[in-house]
């Protein structure tokens, strides 16, 4: 999914290591883990009695929140497997969409998650969409879309061909390191280079949105403050449900883990089903265009910097 660490700009370094100095402790590993909402809650009940003495009514269903429209320009960053591409074009009918990943080729992106060949080959059946190999998500110009000659594409920024929405699913820098701090940095650095390079590729009216697992380590991160500082604000964010793409599966950094003594693949860790949360982004002084202005409006389970 997302690229190997490299040396940050001095800049990025200094910012990082600023909002660090916020906090007055910082996690070690050590001790007990606390989750971030039941925390600024004062603890989850199991249950609440009415006013009659009993069981209080179950809350209601969330319905799950699409953040793009079919006809918008959609750029997925370290798309890993592509598992979630395919399931856009296959699935939800996208038809201008670009996903890029960090592998420089087709052969080392199959050689790293090797059922990828029947998603790629779903995404290069749509016209309109397309894989790019050897994407830096920190680094580099913004990136546009080129529609084919033949392809009606219907865009609200023609000449400069930026994004509507750009995502970044459960973006991390890999490695197995136990050391918190390290890894809490480094995905720090990884964030702040991918605003960076998304504002460069940003539509006016368009959003930037980034999927996290719930809970430490993902909380400290403080991905909120990371897009303020880079001259984001948060619109909103929600529940990130892996049931409405079908056929997505979450794929690690580290690419496809096999049985060391047989060989075969491993499939007991799906991280697919792990709460997750999805935040949407704008750039400062913008106003979100699309399906998502709507949305905010009506579904319950958001939160924004005007909360």
Request: hydrophobic share 30%; net charge positive; aromatic share 8%.
């Amino acid at each position: 999914m997302a690229k190997k660490r490299k040396a940050q700009h001095p800049q990025q370094a200094r910012f990082v290591d600023g909002l660090r100095k916020k906090k007055d402790t910082y996690h070690t590993g050590k001790g007990p883990r606390q989750d971030a909402r039941a925390s600024s809650n004062g603890g989850i009940k199991k249950k609440v009695s009415g006013s009659s003495g009993g069981p209080s009514r179950p809350p209601p269903t969330i319905k799950p929140t699409i953040p793009f429209d079919p006809k918008e320009r959609i750029l997925l960053m370290g798309e890993g497997d592509l598992s979630f591409a395919a399931s856009l074009v296959t699935a939800h009918n996208c038809e201008y969409l670009v996903a890029t990943v960090h592998e420089k080729n087709e052969a080392m992106l199959l050689e790293k998650y090797p059922h990828a060949q029947a998603h790629l080959a779903a995404i290069k059946e749509q016209p309109g969409c397309s894989v790019q190999f050897n994407v830096d998500a920190t680094r580099g110009p913004g990136l546009t879309y080129k529609p084919p000659a033949e392809t009606d594409v219907y865009v609200a920024d023609v000449q400069s061909g930026r994004f509507d929405r750009i995502l970044f699913n459960f973006p991390h820098v890999g490695g197995k390191s136990t050391d918190v701090n390290r890894q809490v940095r480094y995905n720090q650095e990884l964030l702040v280079g991918f605003f960076a390079r998304a504002l460069k590729s940003l539509a006016p009216g368009g959003s930037v949105i980034v999927t996290l697992f719930e809970g430490e380590p993902y909380t400290l991160w403080n991905v909120r403050d990371l897009a303020r500082h880079s001259g984001l604000q948060v619109e909103r964010s929600f529940r990130f449900q892996a049931h409405v793409y079908p056929g997505y599966h979450h794929a690690r950094t580290l690419g496809v883990v096999k049985n060391k003594k047989s060989g075969e693949v491993g499939r007991g860790w799906k991280g697919e089903e792990r709460p997750a949360r999805s935040y949407v982004f704008i750039k400062k002084g913008d106003t979100i265009t699309g399906p998502m202005a709507k949305k905010a409006k009506e579904e319950p389970d958001s939160d924004s910097d005007f909360d």
